[in-house]
Structures are given as structure tokens and as C-alpha cells.
């Protein structure tokens, strides 16, 4: 079955530092998402990307945010400066139309120290 | 805005026991629902989704669900679980977005499942 692959599994950064996040969602799916799990919360939608540029996004998906998909196949998430309230589990996913569950990926855990 | 409440935080039962987890939701027009599993340190694993029609909705490994529109539920079942069933499950209810066709997810808390052998 087609999976969503996101690397790496864990990632340590010190704050201040950019990190980007990377997904390769699947290869006929045209809607990309990134969401993230603050340890104990609710996963929380950050944004959505459909033909090449965001077309939702949250409160959350502020200034240092920003995605990116590079080429046909990766779906990036930058943050450009982090801080210790981004530690959380970015999750990726993608879905081929609106009648369609999400494949999500089995995560990056990011620890901003 | 769309919301999603779970209940139950935590939930044990023993293995061979019938399992009802809760969830309701508010959302002004018919919504997109969903079930998912999260075991520790995996990612999220789609159980089942209702979009439209018939209100009792089969997913995998045994799981079903039943919209219920009048109580605003989607409370997920299982006849008999399984060991292999503790885990972590989210329902979530997912929210058209205007102009691009999409949907995106508002997850509630959380219900952690516990089986005792």
C-alpha cells in the first residue's frame, strides 16, 4: 500500500536555528497538509498546499512558517527560526481528492532545546 | 467552528469485551468523520470515514462506526477487541475548505485504549 514517508523520524535543533521538515506524500495525491502534535494536545492543522501554493492555513502557520515543494515529488516545511514551544510531532499528509481519507506519515519528532 | 469532543481520556477493558468509544462534534452542515489509530511513536492510521449515505460505516480491523446526526455523534465500536487493539484513537471531523476542494482535520483529545489480557 502507498505510503507517506517523512524524514527524518526525530530531529533535535537548538532555538533560533531553521530546521526543515521533509515529506514525500504519494505520488498521484494532490492535496498536501502538515499538522502537528504538541506532546499530550490535540493534533492541530498547520496548512494545506494544493497546485503549488498554500490554500488554507492556521493561526499557528505564522511567519517563520513556510512550505515548499521543491520539485514533483517532496513537500517541505520550514521553520525559519525555532523555539522551545515548536517541539511537537509534525505529521505530513496527503489525499488524492475531497472524497478521500488523508495518508498521513508516521511523523517527525522535532525537540527545540 | 468545528469541534470534536472525546469523553474519555482513558478506557480499559479486557480482551474478548465489546468496545464503544464516544466522540460528537459540532459543525454547522454535514460533516466529513473520521476514526483514526495511533499506536506509540507511529503515525496516525485511518480506521474508517463517513462522507455520505449509509450512517453505519465498516472500517478495518473489525471497527465500525454510526453517524448519528440528531445526537451529533460518531461513536466508534468494536465487538470484540483484540490485544493488539491498545492504542491511542482519534475521531476527527474534517471541514471543506472554500475554493480548493479540500478538507482539513479537527482532531479531538484523544481516547487511549487499554486491553487487558
Known amino acids: 500500500e502507498p505510503e507517506v514517508t517523512q524524514t527524518p523520524s526525530h530531529q533535535v535543533t537548538q532555538m533560533g536555528q531553521e530546521v526543515i521538515l521533509h515529506c514525500v506524500p504519494i505520488s498521484n495525491h494532490l492535496y498536501f497538509y502538515w499538522y502537528r502534535q504538541i506532546l499530550g494536545q490535540k493534533v492541530e492543522f498547520l496548512v494545506s498546499f494544493y497546485n503549488n501554493e498554500i490554500s488554507e492555513k492556521s493561526e499557528i502557520f505564522d511567519d517563520q512558517f513556510s512550505v515548499e515543494r521543491p520539485d514533483g515529488s517532496n513537500f517541505t516545511l520550514k521553520i525559519r527560526s525555532t523555539k522551545l514551544e515548536d517541539s511537537a510531532m509534525y505529521f505530513c499528509?496527503?489525499?488524492?481528492?475531497?472524497?478521500?481519507?488523508?495518508?498521513f506519515g508516521s511523523g517527525t519528532r522535532l525537540t527545540v532545546v | 467552528a468545528q469541534s470534536v469532543t472525546q469523553p474519555d481520556i482513558h478506557i480499559t477493558v479486557s480482551e474478548g469485551a465489546s468496545l464503544e468509544l464516544r466522540c460528537n462534534y459540532s459543525?454547522?452542515?454535514?460533516?466529513?468523520l473520521f476514526w483514526y489509530v495511533q499506536s506509540p511513536g507511529q503515525g496516525l492510521q485511518l480506521l474508517l470515514k463517513?462522507?455520505?449515505?449509509?450512517?453505519l460505516v465498516q472500517g478495518i480491523k473489525g471497527f465500525e462506526a454510526e453517524f448519528k446526526r440528531s445526537q451529533s455523534s460518531f461513536n466508534l465500536r468494536k465487538p470484540s477487541v483484540h490485544w493488539s487493539d491498545a492504542a491511542e484513537y482519534f475521531c476527527a471531523v474534517g471541514a471543506r475548505n472554500s475554493g480548493a476542494g479540500s478538507y482539513q482535520l479537527t482532531f479531538g483529545k484523544g481516547t487511549k485504549l487499554s486491553v487487558i489480557p
Open positions: 459543525y454547522g452542515a454535514t460533516p466529513y
Open positions: 499528509a496527503s489525499i488524492r481528492g475531497r472524497n478521500y481519507g488523508y495518508t
Open positions: 463517513y462522507f455520505s449515505g449509509d450512517t
